[in-house]
């Protein structure tokens, strides 16, 4: 039943893109954009199909249509619309036959089985910290309640959501499973999108390589199987990048105006994005000495990103929220909570500040630390790919390689001096990539005849060798596909990673469906099918919003209540650790006692284990 319910879970994911493709064919007529190759026009129209397809669901959302009629009427009407274009035919098989050309059938063989690991890997729930309480525990909660509002206690969602609206309708078709295979897909497209931008300029077999030492990658290859956004921000990020190498070519404006589109999806994905795919691309255009054209690149650009730039004036009165506060104000931000939240992103890294941290750049990102399993060992890549760069540098043959070492030095460094996390570089990763394939295929005439079979088998060794030196990457990625498989049921698999799970299964059983749960100690709520209230550890809590100076049990009762709240869920352990780490989020003692004393004399307990505690709130009195 598992693999069943994995099939069904690929087949909804190859439709979902299917209607993208429909959908953004037409788009790329419209906008009189000829790709070089039929591959270059399957990506692009997947792009924007994908990118239109996430303004619609927050539109929708908007228009508080997160209902179950109304989503599956919206995906009907995709559907319908993307019907004419499937109907006149897809270009997908001339596409993959010019894409595979000449590279062996052993070469794609060992890429698919890849592929298929990995897809597996990721058809297991999510455990990933960032994916409960916001990739998926965001939109989870749009869903419950039915559109898109204000979380106050959730810095996080006023991030830009677009990848997020399209988890939001995998998890409406088929939970966060189904919404993970979205996050897969971006990775597959990401290496799709490298292949395209090789091919038609250096050929097929360079193309494949440079397309497998990314997906191989252990960075890649482990982050797949995690719910995040990082891969969809290199798929927009690197359609920008191959839009401006074709403008370089050919001077078309509708070039420029889709790398702007694709620079603003960039952006929709992830603030950083916008440095990468916006600003990267300006300065190319202003290098060419030509800034009448910046127009044609930054107009569609703040078209496709101001949608979530209105919704957070809206609810927040900063466009970018909670990013440069002092410019567009505070709002109920404040310095203390920039500067946790500051401390937060960078607590597994760090900022260059120096010319010592400048020069020591390289052998950093080789000797990488752990990141969000990706073990330290992976940073290997960036020796073959440093190697590659200055190889091509020494040697470039064809007018693309100027600009696009430029853009790979440019990514580099935009990340060195803002968030030294190594899944935020797989932009540069992907252009390295490409370095790699040029670089192995200049050297072909002294390699193997099968160089391309032995390179990506090379990759695959390197990165098995990685991931079974590291006892924690290897028993995650294990217990990932022995799930997918079938071998751990969902609740024995997410209970061994989640403290707070066995309570929400029991939630998610016996409790109404109009219940409300307040969440303490805890707020990684994506699994938990229910509305509820929950704070995360970098904001202001809970308890004294809801209660304010109430300390009579009764008087409690009745704030619990008018807040619509039914039950309460309280992770003890959680609650503890976060209360001593997080000082600006910690509830005050007097206002905890209070609430405690409540529980105690006002609520029935319907679970206990696990350091979880499940109350029903009775009425007042």
């Not at 091509?392 to 990514?411: G, N, T």
């Not at 009579?552 to 009762?557: F, I, K, T």
């Amino acid at each position: 039943m598992p693999l069943l319910a994995a099939a069904l879970r690929a087949v909804e994911v190859v439709w979902l893109l299917a209607v993208a493709w429909g959908i953004g064919r037409p788009l790329l007529r419209v906008g009189g954009i000829q790709g070089r190759h039929p591959a270059e026009e399957v990506v692009c129209s997947l792009g924007l199909g994908l990118g239109a397809m996430s303004l619609l669901v927050l539109a929708l959302g908007f228009a508080h249509g997160y209902r179950p009629l109304s989503l599956a009427l919206f995906i009907g009407l995709l559907t319908a619309a993307a019907l004419p274009a499937l109907l006149r035919g897809w270009r997908v098989r001339g596409a993959a036959g010019s894409l595979f050309g000449d590279v062996p059938g052993s070469a794609l063989a060992l890429l698919g089985a890849a592929a298929l690991v990995s897809a597996l890997a990721s058809s297991a729930p999510s455990a990933f910290y960032d994916a409960l309480v916001y990739h998926l525990g965001v939109p989870n909660l749009w869903l419950l309640r039915g559109g898109i509002e204000p979380l106050p206690h959730n810095v996080y969602s006023n991030f830009p959501f677009a990848t997020e609206m399209l988890f939001l309708i995998g998890l409406f078709l088929g939970g966060p499973e189904q919404a993970g295979l979205f996050a897969w897909v971006f990775t597959a497209l990401s290496a799709a999108a490298i292949a395209t931008l090789v091919l038609p300029r250096w050929g097929s077999r360079p193309a494949i390589v440079a397309a497998g030492f990314f997906f191989l990658s252990p960075q890649v290859f482990l982050l797949s199987r995690y719910v995040t956004v990082d891969a969809a921000m290199t798929f927009y990020t690197l359609l920008a990048f191959l839009c401006l190498l074709n403008w370089l070519d050919d001077d078309q404006t509708p070039l420029l105006v889709a790398a702007g589109i694709f620079g603003g999806l960039a952006f929709s994905t992830k603030y950083l994005g916008g440095l990468f795919a916006i600003l990267l691309p300006a300065a190319v255009v202003l290098g060419r000495r030509r800034p009448r054209a910046l127009p044609a690149l930054l107009l569609p650009a703040a078209l496709v990103a101001s949608p979530w730039l209105l919704k957070n004036v809206l609810f927040t009165g900063n466009p970018v929220y909670p990013v440069l506060p002092g410019i567009f104000g505070w709002g109920d931000w404040s310095p203390e909570r920039a500067a946790a939240l500051d401390a937060d992103a960078h607590a597994a890294s760090v900022v260059a500040q120096s010319w010592r941290d400048w020069a020591r750049l390289p052998l950093d990102l080789i000797l990488t630390r752990r990141d969000f399993g990706a073990p330290a060992a992976g940073g290997w890549v960036w020796i073959p790919v440093l190697a590659a760069a200055a190889f091509v540098a020494a040697r470039r043959e064809r007018q693309a390689e100027r600009p696009l070492l430029a853009l790979f030095a440019a990514l580099v460094l935009i990340w060195a001096g803002t968030f030294w996390i190594a899944r935020f570089l797989l932009p540069a990763l992907a252009l390295g990539a490409v370095f790699v394939g040029l670089a192995l295929e200049r050297l072909a005439p002294r390699l193997h005849p099968r160089w391309p079979v032995i390179a990506i088998a090379a990759f695959s060794l390197c990165t098995i060798a990685t991931i079974a030196s590291d006892a924690l990457a290897w028993r995650a990625l294990t217990q990932a596909c022995a799930q997918g498989l079938g071998l751990q049921t969902r609740e024995a698999y997410l209970g061994s990673l989640l403290r707070l799970q066995p309570a929400v299964e029991e939630i998610n059983r016996r409790l109404p469906h109009d219940a409300r749960v307040l969440v303490l100690g805890d707020a990684k709520t994506a699994y938990l099918r229910r509305d509820h209230l929950a704070a995360t550890v970098l904001d202001r809590p809970l308890l004294p919003d809801l209660l304010g100076g109430l300390r009579d049990a009764d008087a409690v009762a009745t704030a619990v209540r008018d807040a619509g709240v039914t039950h309460v869920l309280l992770n003890t352990v959680e609650m503890e650790r976060t209360q001593s780490q997080y000082p600006l989020s910690a509830t005050p003692p007097e206002i905890l006692l209070a609430f405690r004393g409540f529980l105690r004399s006002r609520c029935r307990e319907l679970f206990r284990g696990n350091g979880v505690l499940l109350f029903e709130a009775a009425a007042p009195g």
